[in-house]
């Protein structure tokens, strides 16, 4: 079974601290993803991963930056945490298929609510 | 831009009753369309993968269908059960770029003993 690990739970951090979210797959998936997810606004993208070393911007990119140096590792990095970015946060990761991209489910960890204080 | 729907936001039903979950996508350029669980406080579990060239997928009670030209797909859970009470979310793999998901805002299922 694919699994994808975060971290954390339940985080609960300062305004203005510097935070890390980890995320780990243990599939050798070439994509990952990191989602928030608010109530009344659904899951929506912050950055994307499709290889080692490789990021785009999702829709909400604004305070957040990524870091992926190993293919099972993707890091969300809050650079100066503030109380709009308290919300549940959501890794998944997904086999890249070239050739068969209909085919490509995407898998979630368990994720990791955070709380700006 | 891709903009997926679920109607209803939230469905009380009566256990053993059998239900259906709508969800809608505005761009029929999709590569699949994969329905999730999610309890509480947790993480998504992936239930179905609908492929845009399939029809339709089963998984014990559970059946979906995706109609790719209208841009509808529908999730129908049979002989429902407390167990089964979770947020059900929708999400779509659009064509033309990386295989990011675009979701729904689910439907909030309650079934009741």
């Known amino acids: 079974d694919v699994k994808v690990t975060q971290s954390s739970r339940y985080l609960v951090k300062r305004t203005g601290e510097k935070v890390f979210l980890e995320c780990v797959q243990d599939?050798?998936?070439?994509?990952m993803f990191w989602y928030r997810q608010d109530p009344g606004l659904g899951l929506r993208l912050i950055y994307f991963?499709?290889?080692?070393?490789?990021?785009e911007k999702g829709d909400i990119p604004e305070g957040y930056s990524v870091s992926r140096e190993k293919k099972e590792r993707f890091s969300l990095i809050l650079e100066s945490a503030s109380t709009n970015q308290t919300s549940m946060y959501l890794c998944?990761?997904?086999?890249?298929?070239?050739?068969?991209?209909?085919?490509?489910?995407?898998?979630f960890g368990q994720g990791t609510r955070l709380t700006v204080v | 831009k891709q903009e997926v729907t679920q109607i209803p936001a939230a469905l009380s039903v009566p256990e053993g009753e059998n239900l259906v979950l709508n969800c809608s996508f505005t761009?029929?350029?999709?590569?699949?369309l994969q329905w999730f669980r999610q309890d509480p406080g947790k993480g998504l579990t992936s239930l179905l993968l609908?492929?845009?060239?399939?029809r339709e997928q089963t998984s014990g009670r559970l059946n979906a269908s995706l109609d790719k030209s209208s841009g509808r797909s529908t999730l129908y859970i049979a002989a429902s059960q407390p167990g089964d009470s979770a947020t059900y979310l929708c999400?779509?793999?659009?064509?033309?770029?990386?295989?990011?998901?675009?979701f729904g805002k689910g439907t909030k299922l309650t079934v009741n003993p």
């Open positions: 761009d029929s350029a999709i590569y699949n």
């Open positions: 609908i492929q845009s060239s399939q």
């Open positions: 999400a779509v793999s659009a064509q033309g770029g990386s295989e990011k998901l675009v």
């Open positions: 998944a990761s997904s086999l890249c298929q070239a050739d068969q991209k209909e085919n490509t489910e995407a898998f």
């Open positions: 991963s499709y290889d080692v070393k490789m990021k």
């Open positions: 599939m050798d998936h070439e994509n």
